[in-house]
């Protein structure tokens, strides 16, 4: 077993090569290190990311296969499409990140703690300072009721957690998210590693080497401009809408 130490003092540093993980488990390839936005920027750019609880080292990874959504092959059920249809929600882009990253971090059923701790948390909300990271939030009645935020790297979006506190609401954010950056020109919709949730609502298995040569040529190009807005018709029914500050 060999893992490589990240030198906390050198965060423009470059990380091994993802092919040089470890088999089990599965993707593990570093630790150590910090959450800077020129390592995080780094991390997310040769296909790795930070994942670890509060009380650990920080930890990298880089699975293979990697579990991806075609941004136009999310599976949309025949019970979300009619949640989808009666839009009794609104959606937005980059209106709340501060709360999805709390929505995230809460308790979930069956899972005590959560793996988004303070650090996480703060590292991810630099990352939406300079215009690498993005939240899609949903609404009902004022409340936001579900999101999932992530990391752009050119044209390539990283999905890092999502939540909902009403039924279908992540998957919502979710479809709306995959039909505007296919619009964008973003082929793919990273979920890390696979879950039964992932795989139904459409997520597959890519070889790792597909994905960072995806990566290589999809991460050349040119982000839209931050804070985005979805271009699309979305739901967006100004009673659900909570007031601006």
Not at 176 to 191: K, N
Request: charge should be neutral.
């Amino acid at each position: 077993m060999r893992l490589y130490w990240l030198d906390p003092a050198t965060p423009d540093a470059p990380f091994p090569d993802p092919a040089l993980a470890l088999t089990q488990p599965n993707g593990l390839l570093a630790m150590g290190g910090d959450l800077s936005p020129t390592r995080l920027r780094n991390a997310y750019a040769n296909g790795i990311f930070p994942w670890y609880n509060p009380e650990e080292s920080i930890l990298w990874w880089s699975p293979d296969p990697r579990v991806v959504f075609a941004t136009d092959g999310v599976h949309v059920s025949r019970r979300l499409a009619r949640t989808l249809r009666r839009a009794d929600y609104a959606v937005t882009l980059d209106r709340d990140f501060d709360g999805v990253l709390t929505g995230c971090a809460g308790p979930r059923r069956h899972q005590p703690g959560t793996w988004l701790g303070a650090e996480m948390r703060a590292a991810y909300r630099r990352l939406f300072d300079t215009g690498d990271a993005h939240s899609v939030e949903v609404w009902r009645h004022g409340e936001l009721v579900g999101g999932l935020y992530g990391v752009a790297h050119g044209r390539m979006f990283f999905g890092e957690s999502m939540f909902s506190h009403v039924p279908d609401a992540s998957k919502l954010a979710l479809v709306h998210l995959a039909r505007q950056l296919a619009a964008w020109g973003f082929p793919l919709i990273d979920g890390q590693v696979g879950s039964p949730h992932l795989y139904r609502m459409g997520a597959f298995d890519l070889p790792r080497p597909r994905f960072i040569a995806c990566l290589r040529e999809y991460g050349a190009l040119a982000s839209p401009p931050a804070p985005w807005r979805f271009e699309l018709d979305v739901p967006r029914n100004e009673a659900h809408l909570p007031p601006r500050n």
